[in-house]
């Protein structure tokens, strides 16, 4: 075992369910403690079904230098996993040994202060992720240049634009230097261009001989950056292998669980019987072309329609749809409702229901976007919301027949136009 | 295994039982958050506030100023010769501190969840360093003491060097009691209620402003001694003697009874706080 600088072994850690027996007040306690004085009878133990196993038997041996991509749906157990390696919270059974700093990043800028500016900001991170002022002070130029923030350096973050903020604390934890470097998901913010440097940045750290462990939805940069991949499924390891092998097994039990984007064409999809208690729920979003086949891919232009497919326990009078287009950061780019927006009313009975939504000419130049969605009932409530349904990849396309294609890079946006020599000007 | 220097020293995560101890070692790594954290508090106290810094002179001059005028011109309290308003900003100042930290610290785990939840580090360091960034405060309000005893003619004894020892008291109880509560706060948020009563009843019942002597020629050495269980009552006697000189030589095992409170609270705190902090992250 001489050459794994990270050791897991039989790691398991429960997690209680409900409020049966949580105690909030010290009240909860108290009455807690007379109702069990008082009778002794209803007092059941508590049960296997009261609990629930986030991590159960994980086993697994890192050496020094592997970069190690770990997926799996939400909720299999990979944030408890980091959780617990980074020593956030305790394994209920098990062990972990580590040899070597470890730092996690579990989210960027813990710690960042809104008041304080980003020169003073750069320090409190760095200590919060285990810096000493040494440190710090040695990278940083390196992380104000990485950063893009010079001229901002004295400014609270508070008044920071957000992608300002995520690249300032990225810049922080780029710069660490740690033996392990346990990564959760932070790549999935900031605009293209920097999530692309926030890529190279993490391949540099990996090509340094630091260990990483990268959890990421992103099924590309696992691939791109890993050498091996542990697929979490329900709170056990349910692959181990080269990363590429786990991200086809990730895809392939994605179908047998009828989510993911495996299929073509399809942006989200969940089963329909696991919803059925619900008021409302989207169960699948899917992209067609003009012709109603699914789309393989979307380019800027194209026409598009977006399927939504959705379950209703409750009667709606007035029903609205609706569909968002986001950039990673967050920000919305574009709404597009039946009702009210749309003038486009749908009375809907109890039951499964598809509408489509045609966009003859899509709007959005190459790069990727996070689709979010709710369904309402148009003034008084919303039945159902997603932040995030999925994403989409726009590919580029000579929309303006320049042979010059347009990507987020010069405009999120295109429409139709055309330039003219004013007449009479002089 | 044989040693490798580029490699540290193994450690094992896994689930701890029953009660546990300190590790120094790691706090003594962590030092530096310890003074940045402090540092942070301090920096963001008087953000965005009008008067700023001037706040720390305020808070306890104007309580100083109601004291007197309730006390000495209503209440005729004796105050052995010395002037009433150095003798009650003598109190004032280490009951605020002590009171100004303790709410501080026993609120700064459930402000950090964020922290707790996403950055592994020796948790002890937030309540301590909640404790520590209050000094700045006190510092300020050491000036205006120092000032009101250039103004009422009082002399500098030689005892005042004995000040930091007193200080260092403070500093104990407000971070044992910080200790306690702020480990109780993450899983009973009725301390968020408890400790702005508490502080207030304490100002009172404390003696800032009268002398504990009062107590002591009332009531006699037993019922003194069981009053010296609140802690403060022998920083505070401890922080008059320095200023006001022999006369006001406090009731000594009424000090030691304050101390050994301190300090079984601050054993008793730190092993219970080290005991929860590995659920702190789920229950927060």
Redesign the interface.
């Known amino acids: 075992m001489?050459g794994s600088?990270v050791s897991v072994r039989g790691l398991g850690k429960q997690?209680q369910l409900g409020s049966a027996t949580r105690?909030?007040?010290?009240?909860d306690?108290i009455a807690h403690g007379v109702r069990r004085l008082v009778s002794r009878k209803n007092d059941k133990p508590k049960s296997e079904g009261d609990f629930i196993w986030a991590l159960k038997d994980v086993s697994f041996e890192i050496g020094?230098g592997e970069v190690v991509g770990i997926i799996g749906r939400n909720g299999a157990g990979k944030s408890t996993l980091l959780?617990?390696?980074?020593?956030?919270?305790?394994?209920?059974?098990?062990?972990?040994?580590?040899?070597?700093?470890?730092a996690?990043l579990?989210?960027v800028g813990?710690?960042f202060?809104p008041?304080?500016t980003g020169r003073?900001n750069i320090?409190?991170n760095g200590?919060?992720?285990?810096m000493?002022?040494a440190e710090i002070r040695k990278s940083f130029d390196e992380i104000v240049a990485f950063s893009e923030v010079e001229q901002f350096l004295d400014t609270p973050v508070k008044r920071y634009s957000s992608g300002m903020y995520v690249r300032l604390a990225f810049a922080v934890a780029a710069h660490l230097e740690p033996?392990v470097l346990v990564v959760d998901e932070v790549l999935a913010v900031g605009d293209a261009a920097f999530r692309k440097k926030c890529m190279g940045k993490m391949g540099e750290v990996a090509s340094l001989g630091r260990t990483v462990l990268l959890v990421s939805h992103n099924m590309g940069a696992i691939s791109s950056l890993c050498d091996r991949g542990l697929l979490v499924d329900n709170g056990r390891i349910a692959f181990d292998g080269p990363a590429h092998s786990a991200v086809q097994a990730y895809n392939s039990s994605q179908n047998v669980a009828g989510t993911g984007q495996s299929e073509q064409g399809v942006i989200y999809a969940i089963p329909l019987e696991g919803v059925l208690s619900k008021k409302c729920a989207i169960t699948r979003l899917e992209m067609l072309d003009a012709d109603g086949n699914p789309r393989l891919h979307l380019a800027t232009g194209d026409t598009v329609a977006l399927r939504v497919t959705f379950h209703l326990s409750t009667p709606a009078p007035r029903c609205g749809v609706e569909i968002m287009f986001n950039t990673g950061d967050g920000g919305r780019l574009l709404m597009l409702a039946n009702d009210p927006d749309s003038g486009f009313p749908l009375k809907l009975e109890p039951g499964v229901h598809s509408i489509e939504c045609v966009i003859e000419k899509f709007p959005l130049s190459a790069g990727d976007f996070f689709i979010s969605g709710a369904i309402t009932i148009p003034y008084e409530e919303f039945l159902a919301r997603w932040a995030n349904l999925g994403q989409v990849t726009v590919v580029a396309a000579d929309v303006y027949d320049s042979g010059f294609v347009i990507t987020t890079d010069q405009s999120i946006i295109v429409t139709d136009h055309h330039w003219r020599v004013a007449r009479g000007a002089k | 295994m044989p040693a490798d220097e580029s490699l540290p020293v193994e450690r094992v995560i896994r689930a701890q039982r029953g009660l546990a101890t300190v590790n120094f070692g790691e706090l003594w790594r962590y030092r530096e958050l310890f003074g940045f954290l402090a540092w942070r508090d301090i920096l963001v106290r008087y953000k965005q506030t009008y008067l700023g810094v001037a706040w720390a002179v305020l808070q306890p001059f104007l309580t100083t100023v109601i004291f007197v005028l309730v006390f000495e011109q209503l209440g005729k309290f004796n105050s052995k010769g010395a002037p009433y308003a150095v003798m009650t900003f003598a109190g004032m100042l280490p009951w605020q501190f002590f009171a100004n930290a303790l709410s501080e610290s026993s609120n700064s785990l459930v402000a950090s969840s964020n922290m707790i939840s996403k950055v592994y580090f020796p948790r002890l360091i937030i309540p301590a360093s909640a404790v520590l960034s209050g000094l700045v405060d006190f510092l300020i309000g050491l000036v205006i003491l120092f000032a009101l005893m250039i103004f009422f003619g009082v002399k500098f004894h030689a005892q005042l060097l004995l000040l930091p020892l007193f200080l260092f008291v403070a500093f104990s109880a407000a971070f044992s009691a910080g200790v306690w509560l702020s480990a109780l706060n993450v899983k009973y948020r009725d301390v968020k209620y408890i400790v702005p009563f508490f502080t207030r009843m304490g100002l009172y019942v404390s003696p800032v402003g009268f002398l504990s002597t009062l107590i002591l020629d009332k009531f006699g050495p037993k019922i003194f001694f069981a009053y010296s269980l609140n802690p403060m009552v022998g920083v505070i006697d401890g922080f008059r003697w320095c200023v006001l000189g022999g006369s006001f030589e406090p009731y000594w095992p009424g000090v030691c009874a304050s101390f050994a409170v301190i300090a079984i609270l601050a054993v008793t705190g730190v092993v219970y706080f080290r005991s929860t902090e590995r659920t702190f992250a789920d229950v927060i």
């Open positions: 001489s600088i997690y105690h909030d007040t010290l009240r306690h020094q959780k617990i390696l980074s020593q956030i919270t305790e394994p209920s059974v098990g062990e972990v040994r580590v040899r070597g700093r470890v996690s579990l989210e813990t710690g202060h008041e304080l003073e320090f409190l200590a919060i992720l285990g000493t002022r033996e």
